[in-house]
């Protein structure tokens, strides 16, 4: 099956780092990303959907400039946190969908655990 | 408002039974409804996608209905196993949302031998 590969899986920092999330298709051609955060005991929320080689659409009350998303190629979309604090301490899963639309199942990475000290 | 409800208490049942997960949806029109498992710390892994013109879908020892007109959908795992042991998300994918996909909060289900 269809396999996402997400990297760190876990990230524990400092407050004021920026951080960096890497998430690739490993075996198809995602034309659309998808950043989710959730807390414990709760469910994905989604942040922003990216189009390759498009700016992504943030979903409402996500600041665009503290998580910037760059989907650069049919394989990569990386999300960066930037001047993270404690309160973006969260657990972070890309997903990514092929050229189908939306009649296609979605395909999740592993997530990434972020904790800022 | 939009919300997407499964039951938040953890169903326990034993090695064997078929478990039934069920999951509501208010002021959504989905066009597809889909199920996911996601185990500790992991993503979620898809399992079965159903469309808004469909009753039922199966996969193996799963079976997901889909009713509009009661904006439900139940999901099934026949000869459950304690593998079977994990959180079970049901999402949406509503017709004019620009195809995102909206998660319930999730079942966690815990097969005993």
């Known amino acids: 099956g269809a396999v996402v590969s997400q990297h760190p899986s876990w990230v524990i920092c400092k407050s004021g780092t920026s951080v960096k999330i890497e998430c690739r298709s490993l075996d198809f051609q995602a034309t659309t990303m998808f950043w989710y955060r959730q807390f414990p005991k709760q469910s994905l929320m989604l942040m922003a959907t990216s189009n390759e080689g498009s700016k992504a659409t943030y979903e409402q009350g996500v600041e665009k400039d503290k998580f910037l998303i760059n989907h650069a190629s049919l394989t990569l979309s990386t999300l960066t946190v930037t001047s993270a604090h404690p309160e973006d301490s969260s657990f972070y899963i890309c997903?990514?969908?092929?050229?189908?639309?939306?009649?296609?199942?979605?395909?999740f990475g592993d997530g990434t655990r972020l904790s800022i000290l | 408002s939009q919300k997407i409800e499964q039951n938040s208490e953890a169903l326990n049942i034993q090695e064997g039974k078929t478990a039934t997960l069920t999951c509501n949806y208010t002021n959504y029109s989905p066009a597809y409804l889909q199920w996911y498992r996601q185990d500790p710390g992991r993503g979620p892994v898809f399992l079965l996608l159903?469309?808004?013109?469909?009753k039922e879908k199966r996969k193996e020892r799963l079976k997901v209905t889909f009713d509009t007109t009661l904006k439900q959908s139940l999901f099934h795992i026949t000869a459950s196993q304690p593998a079977d042991s994990a959180t079970y998300l049901c999402a949406l994918v509503s017709t004019g949302t620009a195809s995102k996909l909206t998660f319930g909060t999730g079942t966690r289900l815990q097969v005993t031998l």
């Open positions: 997903s990514a969908r092929g050229n189908r639309g939306i009649q296609q199942p979605q395909h």
């Open positions: 159903i469309r808004e013109n469909e």
